[in-house]
C-alpha cells in the first residue's frame, strides 16, 4: 500500500509563473489537507478536501491559490502568478476520516521562486 | 486558535538520556497526537491520545495529557541518535493544527 505520493519533489519557478502541486492519497483515503511549512517553522493548514468538495479553506489566502480534489485523479494545489513569499515546502496529509484521526503525510514538495 | 506550542523550541541531549518535550493548547480538545519530521521530510504520526486518556505508551514513547492544564507532555526514553527530528503536536478541531515544533538533538 503505497504512502501518499506528492510531485515534484523540487519545483523551481520565476515569478509570475504557475506552480502546480500534486498529491495522491493513500489508498482508500477520501480526506486530503494541504498544509505549508517556512523554514524553522510548523505547519500551517490551507485546506481540506474530500472528494470533489472543498471543507475547509479558512488557511488558503483568497487570491492566486486554488485546491482541487477531483473524482478521478489527485489533489492539486495551484498557485498562479508566484511570488517569492510563496517560496516554502508544502505538504499534502491525508486521512479516512474527518481531521480527528491521524494523518498520513507525504514527502512535500520544495517550492521556489525565483 | 487551538494551535498547540512546544517547549522547548531546542532540546539537546546526549544518547541514552531521556527527553521530555511539552505542548500547550488553547481550547478544549478531542484527541492531541504527537508527530516527528526529520529534515525535509514529511511528518510522521507517532501517538494519539485522546481526551479521557492519561497516558500511553508506544515502545520508548511515553505521552501524557492534563486537560485541566491543557498541556501534553512526550517523553523519549533512552535516546538514540536516530531519534534527532523535529518533533510536533496536533490538536482537533475540524482540522489538525500544529505548534512550531520541538527540534531534539540526540548527540552519540
Known amino acids: 500500500n503505497a504512502g501518499v505520493m506528492q510531485n515534484p519533489r523540487h519545483l523551481v519557478r520565476r515569478r509570475g509563473q504557475e506552480a502546480r502541486l500534486r498529491c495522491s492519497p493513500m489508498k482508500g483515503h477520501s480526506h486530503v489537507y494541504w498544509y505549508r511549512q517556512l523554514p524553522e517553522e510548523g505547519l500551517k493548514f490551507m485546506v481540506y478536501l474530500q472528494k470533489e468538495n472543498i471543507i475547509d479553506e479558512s488557511g488558503m489566502p483568497k487570491e492566486r491559490f486554488s485546491a482541487e480534489f477531483p473524482k478521478e485523479g489527485p489533489s492539486i494545489l495551484r498557485i498562479q502568478q508566484v511570488v517569492r513569499g510563496d517560496s516554502a515546502a508544502y505538504f499534502c496529509a491525508s486521512s479516512t476520516d474527518r481531521g480527528d484521526e491521524k494523518l498520513f503525510f507525504g514527502s512535500g514538495t520544495q517550492l521556489s521562486v525565483l | 486558535s487551538q494551535q498547540g506550542e512546544e517547549d522547548p523550541q531546542a532540546l539537546s541531549i546526549q544518547e541514552g538520556e531521556n527527553a521530555t518535550m511539552n505542548c500547550s493548547y488553547k481550547t478544549s480538545i478531542n484527541n492531541l497526537q504527537w508527530y516527528r519530521q526529520n529534515s525535509g521530510r514529511g511528518l510522521v504520526h507517532l501517538i494519539l491520545?485522546?481526551?479521557?486518556?492519561r497516558e500511553k505508551h508506544s515502545g520508548r514513547l511515553r505521552v501524557t495529557l492534563d486537560t485541566s492544564k491543557k498541556s501534553s507532555s512526550l517523553l523519549i526514553t533512552a535516546s538514540r541518535a536516530a531519534d534527532t527530528a523535529s518533533y510536533f503536536c496536533a490538536t482537533d478541531a475540524e482540522k489538525l493544527v500544529f505548534g512550531k515544533g520541538t527540534k531534539l538533538t540526540v548527540n552519540p
Open positions: 491520545i485522546r481526551s479521557n486518556e
